[in-house]
Nanobody
């Protein structure tokens, strides 16, 4: 199982970014996926999740209305569209899949929201 995040970077407050997570080594279309983040000095927290079909999504309360998770099962990729970014969204963002009872994580992509 391999999960590789991309799309992070520096963005100004109010800006947008789209993160991608490319998956390989398992039947991507059979598993729910999720995004987490970890800010400096804080615990890792759930950002959003999506069912294996993409028909159901869920979000942490602070991300609702600003972030959108989606997936393309043909491309084995899950996305996180982030709008109206705030400085407190600065964190390393991780992709996670729970495959056959085990959690697999990517290495993360850094998002910095700053002027």
């Amino acid at each position: 199982v391999q999960l590789v995040e991309s799309g992070g970077g520096l963005v100004q407050p109010g800006g947008s970014l789209r993160l991608s997570c490319a998956a390989s080594g398992f039947t991507f279309s059979s598993y729910a996926m999720s995004w987490y983040r970890q800010a400096p000095g804080k615990e890792r927290e759930l950002v959003a999740g999506i069912s294996y079909t993409g028909g159901s999504t869920w979000y942490a309360d602070s991300m609702k209305g600003r972030f959108t998770i989606s997936r393309d099962n043909a491309k084995n990729t899950v996305y996180l569209q982030m709008n109206s970014l705030k400085p407190e969204d600065t964190a390393v963002y991780y992709c996670k899949g729970r495959i056959l009872g085990m959690d697999y994580w990517g290495k993360g992509t850094l998002v910095t929201v700053s002027t």
